[in-house]
């Protein structure tokens, strides 16, 4: 595919203590991470999972990696298998393990070795409440956040609920890496904006890659 971006040069904005933004850094890789996401998706399809609470939700999900993320009536969980397919997870493409090696280096955390990547899909309207990522039991691994396709709001706060929110632009092509002091920020996305981009459509992709199991 011709790729419209690909020479743009990426640079870093500082975010938080243990949180930067790297802006551009997946341009290069957009074509094979398009490739290992349709590979995925074909394999594990994309849903809309229901909260404990009942709620289903706008973003729709899936994972690939040993582990993924889900929700089961009791609450949310890392998984072996895909509830839906009853059979394990597709493989991480060899794409995304690169890409996401060179990101967590390049913000400080060449260790990271991510054993879950949640494949998020956002149509119009489609939003990610204020959060933290808190369902891993090793909080010394950082959180790696790759963006593409239609640009959205992401919300940064603080340890609490309702400490101030920064608010920025993620563009496609674009990486937040968060751990250290800002690992358990809480987090969100704003309702995607309706719009068309030349790379993924009427939509936003967003690959959340997290190491799910116990470390040493
Ligand atoms: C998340 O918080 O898990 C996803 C954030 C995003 O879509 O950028
Ligand atoms: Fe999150």
């Known amino acids: ?17 243990g949180a930067v933004v790297l802006r551009r850094f997946a341009l290069a890789h957009v074509d094979a991470l398009l490739r290992g996401i349709a590979d995925v998706v074909s394999q594990s ?8 609470g009942g709620y289903t939700m706008s973003v729709a999900m899936t994972n ?7 929700t ?9 298998q895909d509830p839906e397919t ?5 493989e991480m493409p060899q794409a995304f393990v690169r890409l996401c090696h060179a990101a967590s280096t390049a913000a ?14 956002y149509a119009p ?15 010394r691994a950082p959180i790696v956040s790759v963006s593409l396709g239609l640009p959205a709001i992401f919300q940064f706060g603080g340890l609490k609920r309702n400490a101030p929110l920064q608010r920025l632009m993620l563009e496609h092509g674009d990486i937040v ?14 309702p995607l904006k309706p719009g068309y981009h030349p790379v993924t459509g009427e939509c936003r992709y967003n690959l959340t890659f997290r190491q799910a199991s116990k470390g040493e």
């Not at 009853?86 to 597709?90: A, K, L, M």
């Open 1 to 17: 595919m011709l790729d419209l971006f690909a020479d743009e040069q990426p640079w870093q904005e500082p975010l938080a203590p």
């Open 86 to 90: 009853q059979r394990p997870w597709p």
């Open 177 to 190: 890496v968060w751990g250290g002091e800002s690992r358990l920020f809480y987090h969100g996305i704003a």
């Open 108 to 121: 400080g955390y060449p260790d990271f070795r991510p054993d879950a990547c949640l494949i998020n899909r």
């Open 125 to 139: 309207g489609a939003k990610l409440s204020l959060h933290q990522d808190k369902d891993e039991p090793d909080l």
């Open 64 to 70: 690939c990696g040993r582990l993924g993320w889900t």
């Open 72 to 80: 089961d009536q009791n609450g949310y969980l890392y998984a072996p």
């Open 45 to 52: 399809p994309l849903r809309h999972m229901v909260t404990p």
